[in-house]
């Protein structure tokens, strides 16, 4: 069995505001494998920000047992500190000082030998693909050089987890795909990443594990193809060249309706390649041609406003 890079039970943190206690982390619990990278989703205000600011040991919990890279969080919080890396939804980057010096200043603060440091700096501007822009000024980078180099400040203190906020908001899709490729190769190296994101696609394609979490609570947990098996509508598109194909296909396959025109059935289906074999299967027994074939699962976004409602509606405590 994998171990845990994270682990929480019965997490729990509540504010005080004008109305009395506000709860924004209600009991949960989180198992987190160690090389993998881990989604927390839910609406504004579901609690993702001040779950990372807990895990991170930047605000305390008010209850719950936590272990992060197997240091009791509440006990150790300075051995979870050197284990971790955080990178928030706002930059760290100092923009008067060149990416170059960016990132030596990290390595000074990490008390590093200054030759090594330096080594380091070299290495992380040309594995970020910042060896061009070493030299320049910050604050003359664009959105997506600035978060490449905040994470590359990140591992200059070789995390065995790094913590991302929201890592590619307000990056152009270019840009964040770019951050997506960093993150796998890191989470192949073996770092542990734990990701927050208001980009469902971001988690769908980067996440082994995703959990969603709405009003302090988790409600749903899972790879991204289970919880899209969680929710009903799923189905096949097929469209034939005439009616008489549209009337034999309905009545070989017992099922389906028409969707849009005269010519085109939609069919319940989970689109597993079984499902579809056997669907066309039953169509060529009777000698029935299909003109068009597409497949639709639900994805993360109807999983997402299903179990979580209109995310608008939702109080705005981080």
């Known amino acids: ?99 170059e010096e960016n990132l030596n200043l990290m390595a000074d603060l990490h008390h590093l030998p200054r030759r090594e440091g330096r080594q380091l700096t070299a290495r992380l501007l040309e594995q970020f693909d910042l060896v061009e822009a070493g030299k320049k000024m910050a604050s003359t980078y664009s959105g997506g050089m600035k978060r490449r180099l905040d994470l590359a400040m990140t591992l200059v203190g070789n995390p065995r987890i790094i913590f991302l906020d929201e890592p590619t908001t307000g990056l152009d899709p270019r840009s964040r795909r770019t951050m997506w490729q960093i993150v796998r190769d890191l989470a192949e190296s073996g770092v542990t990443i734990f990701l927050t994101t208001q980009y469902l696609e971001e988690a769908d394609q980067l ?15 899972g790879t991204p193809e289970e919880l899209k098996r969680l929710i009903p509508g799923g189905h096949v598109t097929l469209r034939f060249a005439d009616e ?59 999983v997402f406003l299903t179990l979580t409602g209109n995310p608008k509606d939702k109080d705005e405590v981080r």
């Open 1 to 99: 069995m994998t171990p845990l890079a994270i682990a929480a039970t019965g997490l729990r943190k509540s504010y005080r505001d004008k109305t009395g206690d506000k709860v924004v982390l209600d009991g949960i619990d989180l198992a987190v494998p160690e090389g993998t990278i881990f989604s927390l989703l839910g609406p504004n205000g579901a609690g993702k920000t001040t779950t990372v600011q807990i895990l991170s040991t930047l605000i305390g919990a008010d209850g719950g047992d936590i272990r992060v890279a197997g240091h009791d969080l509440a006990k150790d919080p300075q051995a979870v500190r050197a284990s971790i890396g955080v990178t928030g939804q706002y930059s760290a980057v100092d923009k008067l000082l060149t990416g």
């Open 244 to 302: 008489d194909g549209v009337d034999s296909a309905l009545r070989a396959l017992g099922t389906g309706f028409l969707n849009g025109d005269a010519l085109t059935v939609q069919v319940p289906s989970d689109g597993s390649v079984g499902s579809l074999r056997r669907m066309l299967a039953r169509l060529d027994d009777q000698s029935i041609d299909v003109e068009e074939l597409s497949v639709h699962t639900p994805d993360l976004d109807d």
């Open 207 to 221: 996440a082994d594990h995703i959990a969603m979490l709405d009003h302090g609570r988790l409600i749903a947990e």
